[in-house]
């Protein structure tokens, strides 16, 4: 007789009224991978499976749960009784996040690049996950510009901009004295 746990998933209200967080006490997924148009979804067994609901419009996993964007007009009352079963059933029969490829973090660049992707990562990651969203290093320039970019929730989302300047900006530039600015690449 096999034993397996039961998959329990609930939803979580995110600070962008477009996406919703269904959480499950199961990891989905070490690391994050975002998934914004069907076409992105090819390798993605999960995500191309919600994309064939014609009220899903983006795809976002993380750690133990995946994010998910609604179409303009679609009200969340109607879909998260239907997503909740669907993800249940998805975890449950243990479909693919991703077909099958390790990703382990290496910071690149000079001593303040690495520094910059370290913080974000230790730091910024985890509470923007926590919104069902992520947050990902582009670049640095000699101006003291860091370039990010926003997935998942964070994507679109009004509280983002303030997200971005009081707290990501202010947490840099105190631990890392060459930062000036902090900005979000346009997805």
């Known amino acids: 007789m096999s034993l397996t746990a039961t998959v329990n998933v609930y939803t979580e209200i995110t600070p962008n009224p477009a996406t919703m967080k269904f959480i499950t006490n199961k990891l989905l997924i070490n690391g994050s ?3 914004a148009t069907k076409e992105s979804a090819e390798d993605s067994p999960f995500a191309k499976e919600l994309f064939k609901f014609s009220f899903v ?3 976002f996993f993380a750690s133990n749960f995946v994010t998910i964007t609604k179409v303009a007009g679609s009200d969340w009352e109607d879909l998260t009784p239907i997503l909740k079963e669907f993800v ?8 693919k996040i991703v077909n099958d490829h390790n990703e382990e973090v290496i910071f690149e660049g000079t001593e303040t690049e690495k520094k910059i992707q370290q913080i974000l990562h230790d730091y910024v990651r985890p509470a923007v996950e926590q919104d069902g969203g992520a947050i990902h290093y582009k670049s640095f320039d000699e101006a003291g510009v860091v370039t990010v970019e926003l997935k998942g929730s964070c994507s679109g989302c009004p509280s983002s901009t303030i ?6 900006e202010n947490l840099l530039k105190r631990m890392v004295p ?5 900005i979000a690449e346009a997805m």
Do not use: C, M, N
């Open 178 to 182: 060459e930062v000036t600015e902090v």
């Open 33 to 35: 991978k975002d998934f």
């Open 88 to 95: 249940k059933g998805a975890v449950e029969s243990e479909l």
């Open 163 to 168: 997200t971005l300047k009081a707290g990501i």
């Open 57 to 59: 419009d983006g795809v």
